[in-house]
């Protein structure tokens, strides 16, 4: 199984609320979501938050998401986080929440 893994973090150090950012009326989040979703190898796509916000906007949007400890500051850390407890993943794909296109 190939799984996508798309890390936002609301506290991002460079650009607050960067995942939640409006882009032509959708969050930043939700385009590189949808973006996803066109690829045919991915058997399963997951959003990485760090924030209730964030973890609600995409449950709204109808992806899976999972809340993981703020205090996890990179992006790949919070993947491992998150793909550790997928133990049915042959690869994990690192999905930049922030290159919406």
């Known amino acids: 199984m190939i799984i996508g893994i798309i890390p936002a973090r609301l506290a991002s150090t460079r650009l607050l609320g960067k995942p939640l950012a409006d882009i032509g009326g959708k969050p930043m989040i939700r385009h590189t979501y949808e973006s996803a979703l066109k690829s045919r190898l991915l058997d399963k796509i997951i959003i990485a938050v760090d924030d209730e916000k964030v973890f609600s906007v995409v449950k709204n949007f109808g992806a ?29 794909v690192n999905i930049q929440g922030d290159e919406p296109f």
Request: charged share 30%.
């Open 64 to 92: 899976e998401a999972v809340l993981t400890p703020r205090e996890i500051a990179t992006g790949s850390d919070r993947i491992a986080f998150v793909a550790k407890d997928i133990p049915s993943a042959d690869i994990i």
